[in-house]
């Protein structure tokens, strides 16, 4: 079955260097979510997209955006890059007419910023 | 304190053990409650998805919530190397996540000896 596919798998930026992250739902899922992962830390929100429309904004920091485009693909753009944003990205997406199921996870983005 | 406790582990028993993974949480709105079972560097994979109260059984793993008391737990029969990974609860007031996304625990790091 067709999975989230997130790219790249990883990256290695600078600080105050930019960043785009994408993700692919899996079809016919209407809703992408973005989520990010410290070492040893629990996934946190950062925003949601519903229809290409934000739905939901969590703890993004104003340096980050992110859209949902006509093939339902999001990305997550990163500016000014800090030593702090080095985290798994995780991306999931999930279906309006099968939320009673949980979303399904992406297998990230390792982001190094160095 | 935070919204979501779980015992980060590392939980070690021996294959073939029936292991118990537990959260509790203080956040009455919760109504959806999930698992995911995240290996190193992957993405989370959902195991199991429960709405309000209740068991669930899927295989080898069943899902209990008990809303009265704040707690939920994942139990694992005829546990095998494999399950080795780290366990995170996850839980929401809306399908979804709404504004607040996902609330995840810290995850449980399980060990299961061959």
């Known amino acids: 079955a067709a999975g989230v596919i997130q790219s790249p798998r990883h990256l290695i930026k600078e600080k105050r260097e930019t960043a785009t992250l994408k993700c692919y739902p899996i079809?016919?899922?209407?809703?992408v979510y973005w989520y990010q992962q410290g070492p040893g830390q629990d996934p946190q929100f950062l925003i949601s997209f519903y229809e290409k429309m934000q739905s939901d904004k969590g703890s993004i920091p104003d340096r980050f955006s992110a859209q949902q485009f006509s093939d339902y693909h999001s990305e997550l753009n990163m500016s000014s890059l800090e030593l702090g944003d080095s985290a798994l990205y995780f991306c999931a997406s999930s279906s309006s007419w099968d939320r009673n199921y949980g979303y399904t996870f992406g297998s990230g983005t390792r982001l190094t910023v160095v | 304190q935070k919204e979501v406790e779980q015992d980060p582990g590392p939980l070690s028993v021996p294959e073939g053990a029936i292991v118990s993974l537990n959260c509790t949480y203080s956040n009455s709105a919760f109504q959806y409650f999930m698992w995911y079972r995240q290996y190193s560097r992957k993405g989370p994979e959902l195991l199991m998805y429960t709405y309000s109260s209740g068991n669930k059984e899927d295989g080898r793993f069943t899902a209990q919530v008990d809303k009265s008391s704040k707690y939920i737990s994942l139990f694992i029969r005829d546990s095998q190397p494999s399950d080795s990974a780290t366990y995170l609860c996850a839980m929401s007031a809306l399908p979804g996540g709404g504004a607040d996304g996902l609330t995840f625990g810290k995850g449980t790091h399980l060990i299961i000896q061959p």
């Open positions: 079809p016919r899922h209407d809703t």
